[in-house]
């Protein structure tokens, strides 16, 4: 049986394109690298993360589509940094203030969390040396 090749993109549904965009920009470095409009008329941002090739897919239905309700836990997207404690300052600065954590996993390194507009939880994994 053929096997898919690699990974592309992973879609988050928002009600706020904007909000949402800006949070990851600004927040957490992305880089809002495409937008268009699908064939069903919602609006698409695709954002690049430094030294990986797949992209996140910020989604917004046309109006009239039922809003966005994220559960507590359902999902969430983690990213390594590499000094949990200057890029929770450098977010906290710019009004992003840390959800959860930080701290110790058993391997020894350090985790914490940021929220999304959405409510779609943003895991920041600063590995053990």
């Known amino acids: 049986m053929p096997a898919v090749t690699r990974l592309l993109h992973t879609r988050y549904r928002v009600n706020d394109l904007a909000a ?10 992305l880089v809002a690298s495409r937008r268009h409009t699908s064939p069903r008329g919602a609006q698409l941002v695709f954002l690049t993360t430094p030294n990986s090739a797949e992209e996140i897919e910020l989604c917004q239905m046309p109006d009239g589509a039922e809003p966005v ?9 983690a990213f390594e ?3 949990l404690t200057a890029f929770a300052a450098a977010a906290a600065a710019k009004g992003y203030a840390l959800s959860d954590g ?17 409510g779609y939880e943003i895991e920041l994994i600063q590995k053990a040396r």
């Open 20 to 29: 949402s965009v800006k949070f990851y920009t600004e927040a957490l470095g």
């Open 102 to 118: 930080p701290t110790v996993t058993g391997s020894g390194s350090i985790i914490a969390f940021l929220d999304a507009p959405e």
């Open 69 to 77: 309700k994220v559960q507590s836990d359902l999902t969430h997207l």
């Open 81 to 83: 940094v590499e000094n």
